[in-house]
Nanobody
Framework: QVQLVESGGGLVQAGGSLRLSCAAS????????MGWFRQAPGKEREFVYA????????TYADSVKGRFTISRDNAKRTVYLQMNILKPTDTAVYYC????????????????????WGQGTQVTVSS
């Protein structure tokens, strides 16, 4: 069993930055791909960014290209999402998720592959 706890959300003006963190329990964290998803009010959950177990491969949504960056620290069992040049359209609840299939080379973008989810953290970007 893996527990994930997100933090770092908040209210920020357009053009600003936030860094989300996701702390994980369990020694197997270092073998999991990790992903960030978000869900805006009235919309379906969407993929944002993912990173493989070693941090050598990442995948991202076109909407965040050049603005967001994912990273991980396996020693700290934590994955990060650095969000820069934030836009009002980035407003959503952000969730981190773990894909427990060990040592996958390329992280998946499909939410169905992520078995463990955090409770989410709210990000609000004002115009």
């Amino acid at each position: 069993q893996v527990q994930l706890v997100e933090s770092g959300g908040g209210l920020v003006q357009a053009g600003g930055s936030l860094r989300l963190s996701c702390a994980a329990s369990g020694r197997a964290f270092s073998t999991y791909a990790m992903g960030w998803f978000r869900q805006a009010p009235g919309k379906e959950r969407e993929f944002v960014y993912a990173i493989n177990w070693s941090g050598t491969s990442t995948t991202y949504a076109d909407s965040v290209k050049g603005r967001f960056t994912i990273s991980r620290d396996n020693a700290k069992r934590t994955v990060y999402l650095q969000m820069n040049i934030l836009k009002p359209t980035d407003t959503a609840v952000y969730y981190c998720a773990a894909d427990p299939r060990p040592n996958t080379a390329v992280p998946t973008t499909a939410s169905r592959d992520y078995n463990y989810w955090g409770q989410g953290t709210q990000v609000t970007v004002s115009s």
